[in-house]
């Protein structure tokens, strides 16, 4: 089964680090670009990051570009997140997604929470 | 890169058709046909419904369809279910150093 897990979630002062990991399985995970993808409470979905197969390209949203950094682990078949210096508005659900073609994002875990607050 | 711009609400009785509208620019909705749809329940994650503006993933029913017409792409519902109420969203691939942009999701409403 094509499945991804995320993982690494959880609360954190402002000002704080946070790592999240995305574990794959059922896939070829080497041969896929991966996302991050967010969605603060009751609002709409936000594309965080995007880390190509071979980890050549990798990219930001401004919101967040200077404080994380999107890595990954083809011999593991994981994708990181670290997160520093988080602020309150970075409060989300985080998920992982892969990407089909260049604008389908066609497998979705089910999302880690990270909250920022004091 | 700001949020492609679509309707908050759209609402419909089982069995008619709706239309989701997605208006983005030439940079992103306008220049490519890379528009897709996703679906998305509450407390669930999004589910893939169409890509490349009209190209449907296996196991989507072909009551779900896409379109697009210069800047302004289209997400069409026929035979509305109870099941399709949900929250939909666009994207698309765009042209500045980001290269993906979200709609600003539309919830369906089944009367």
């Known amino acids: 089964e094509v499945q991804l897990v995320e993982s690494g979630g959880g609360l954190v002062k402002p000002g704080g680090s946070l790592r999240l990991s995305c574990a794959a399985s059922g896939f070829t995970f080497s041969s896929y670009s991966m996302n991050w993808v967010r969605q603060a409470p009751g609002k709409g979905l936000e594309w965080v990051s995007s880390?190509?197969?071979?980890?050549?390209?990798?990219y930001y949203a401004d919101s967040v570009k200077g404080r994380f950094t999107i890595s990954r682990d083809n011999a593991k078949n994981s994708l990181y997140l670290q997160m520093n210096s988080l602020r309150a508005e970075d409060t989300a659900v985080y998920y992982c997604a892969r990407v089909i073609s260049l604008d389908a994002f066609d497998i979705w875990g089910q999302g880690t929470m990270v909250t920022v607050s004091s | 890169q700001s949020a492609l711009t679509q309707p908050a609400s759209v609402s419909g009785s089982p069995g008619q058709s709706i239309t989701i509208s997605c208006t983005g620019t030439s940079s992103d909705v306008g220049g490519y046909n890379y528009v897709s749809w996703y679906q998305q329940h509450p407390g669930k994650a999004p589910k893939l419904m169409i890509y490349e503006v009209s190209n449907r993933p296996s196991g989507v029913p072909d009551r779900f369809s896409g379109s697009k017409s210069g800047n302004t792409a289209s997400l069409t519902i026929s035979g509305l279910q109870a099941e399709d109420e949900a929250d939909y969203y666009c994207?698309?691939?765009?042209?500045?150093?980001?290269?993906?942009?979200f709609g600003t999701g539309t919830k369906v409403t089944v009367l």
């Open positions: 994207s698309s691939y765009t042209s500045s150093s980001t290269p993906y942009v």
């Open positions: 880390i190509s197969s071979s980890s050549s390209y990798i």
